[in-house]
């Protein structure tokens, strides 16, 4: 096998699937560049695995185009869309050997023995299964399974590989390892990854393009950093980064709420960014906290919005209390409350407003505040 496979860019236009009157893809466009990782991200029954298997030819659409490498491949069986898949089962074959799994596809296309056995010898240095070609799958621990059905997919040397969330039967330390070998081995090889995940960590830290689906539609698709400094819709906004997003009603923001003249809106601001001030535009009232170690999680409800600080771990709070919450404005988003939508035009002015608040304003400095 080359040191390096040439990938092919995928493109989705108008995918539509249901199931009964039950719309499972809806109008999906999506560009997946050659070469890349494209991470289909979503809750259960978002319609990403539908996706895959749609671009696999494994589900047919009721409408759309499927393109791969400047291919109409909609009306194309699997066979003939020169793509290589792994699933969330692995579905090895229980009673051949390691090296006959891997080579099995190779065997079905009648590949000379020679170039097999050349291509296996690579492929299970690459994966380090070489001490292991002659034990059963049986015999194997989660993650060497694992590798074996990624040699099978990549000994097959396709431009385009699918995997439909392969890493949800190991345990938490082998997906860590595994999600570091399957991006390094992409990038090393070069072939346009689509990978079907429910886990935003897995996302975030191996694609380069995240596609977020929610109820068979396209949500945002951009790279993982895009996604989190300026999340699309407020489904976005939730969805990536932990803990969610707080979106704050207007209203709670006593000081500038008639500043802002508006109840159609809702203000994003990330957990993380908030601190614990003197004097904040946020006053709120301490509901929970949690100690983390290197980090508190103070919950509090500010009006009638519940929201979360993350704080570090040496700030102290206590139920009951009242403490000031500050931020800066380039960390405020606002979206639309009735569409969910960014709005962007509306941002500085809301985010100026909002933080001029703190101006005159006095607040009782709250327990456990650095500085106290």
């Given at each position: 096998?080359?040191?390096?496979?040439?990938?092919?860019?995928?493109?989705?236009?108008?995918?539509?699937?249901?199931?009964?009157?039950?719309?499972?893809?809806?109008?999906?466009?999506?560009?997946?560049?050659?070469?890349?990782?494209?991470?289909?991200?979503?809750?259960?029954?978002?319609?990403?695995?539908?996706?895959?298997?749609?671009?696999?030819?494994?589900?047919?659409?009721?409408?759309?185009?499927?393109?791969?490498?400047?291919?109409?491949?909609?009306?194309?069986?699997?066979?003939?869309?020169?793509?290589?898949?792994?699933?969330?089962?692995?579905?090895?074959?229980?009673?051949?050997?390691?090296?006959?799994?891997?080579?099995?596809?190779?065997?079905?296309?009648?590949?000379?023995?020679?170039?097999?056995?050349?291509?296996?010898?690579?492929?299970?240095?690459?994966?380090?299964?070489?001490?292991?070609?002659?034990?059963?799958?049986?015999?194997?621990?989660?993650?060497?399974?694992?590798?074996?059905?990624?040699?099978?997919?990549?000994?097959?040397?396709?431009?385009?590989?699918?995997?439909?969330?392969?890493?949800?039967?190991?345990?938490?330390?082998?997906?860590?390892?595994?999600?570091?070998?399957?991006?390094?081995?992409?990038?090393?090889?070069?072939?346009?990854?689509?990978?079907?995940?429910?886990?935003?960590?897995?996302?975030i830290t191996m694609a380069d393009q995240v596609a977020l689906m929610n109820?068979?539609?396209?949500?945002?698709?951009?790279?993982?950093?895009?996604?989190?400094?300026?999340?699309?819709?407020?489904?976005?906004?939730?969805?990536?980064?932990?803990?969610?997003?707080?979106?704050?009603?207007?209203?709670?923001?006593?000081?500038?709420?008639?500043?802002?003249?508006?109840?159609?809106?809702?203000?994003?601001?990330?957990?993380?960014?908030?601190?614990?001030?003197?004097?904040?535009?946020?006053?709120?009232?301490?509901?929970?906290?949690?100690?983390?170690?290197?980090?508190?999680?103070?919950?509090?409800?500010?009006?009638?919005?519940?929201?979360?600080?993350?704080?570090?771990?040496?700030?102290?709070?206590?139920?009951?209390?009242?403490?000031?919450?500050?931020?800066?404005?380039?960390?405020?988003?606002?979206?639309?409350?009735?569409?969910?939508?960014?709005?962007?035009?509306?941002?500085?002015?809301?985010?100026?407003?909002?933080?001029?608040?703190?101006?005159?304003?006095?607040?009782?400095?709250?327990?456990?505040?650095?500085?106290?």
């Amino acid at each position: 096998m080359s040191a390096t496979t040439q990938g092919q860019a995928i493109l989705l236009r108008g995918i539509t699937k249901s199931w009964g009157e039950t719309p499972a893809v809806d109008a999906v466009d999506l560009e997946i560049q050659e070469g890349k990782f494209t991470a289909l991200l979503g809750p259960s029954g978002c319609g990403k695995s539908t996706t895959l298997r749609i671009i696999a030819g494994l589900e047919y659409t009721d409408a759309g185009a499927v393109w791969i490498g400047g291919r109409d491949v909609t009306a194309l069986p699997p066979a003939k869309r020169n793509i290589a898949m792994v699933f969330q089962s692995y579905a090895l074959f229980p009673h051949l050997s390691v090296a006959e799994n891997i080579v099995f596809g190779l065997r079905t296309r009648r590949v000379a023995p020679a170039e097999r056995q050349e291509r296996l010898k690579r492929v299970a240095e690459m994966l380090e299964l070489s001490p292991y070609l002659d034990r059963k799958p049986a015999q194997l621990s989660g993650g060497q399974q694992q590798r074996v059905a990624l040699g099978r997919a990549i000994i097959a040397e396709r431009p385009v590989c699918l995997m439909d969330e392969p890493l949800s039967n190991l345990d938490a330390r082998l997906r860590h390892e595994m999600r570091s070998e399957i991006r390094a081995l992409q990038r090393k090889l070069g072939f346009t990854m689509v990978y079907v995940t429910h886990d935003q960590v897995e996302a975030i830290t191996m694609a380069d393009q995240v596609a977020l689906m929610n109820q068979g539609r396209l949500e945002q698709a951009a790279a993982p950093r895009d996604i989190y400094s300026r999340p699309a819709t407020v489904f976005a906004a939730r969805f990536i980064g932990t803990p969610p997003m707080n979106l704050i009603p207007p209203q709670a923001f006593a000081e500038a709420a008639g500043a802002l003249q508006s109840e159609d809106v809702l203000i994003g601001i990330r957990p993380e960014v908030m601190h614990l001030s003197t004097q904040g535009p946020l006053t709120a009232r301490v509901t929970g906290v949690e100690f983390l170690g290197s980090e508190t999680l103070i919950d509090c409800v500010a009006g009638d919005g519940a929201l979360v600080v993350k704080a570090p771990g040496t700030v102290e709070a206590a139920p009951g209390e009242e403490i000031a919450i500050g931020f800066a404005p380039q960390d405020v988003h606002v979206f639309d409350r009735g569409s969910g939508t960014r709005r962007d035009e509306d941002r500085e002015t809301i985010a100026a407003q909002l933080c001029k608040s703190n101006e005159n304003k006095e607040v009782r400095q709250a327990g456990g505040i650095p500085g106290r």
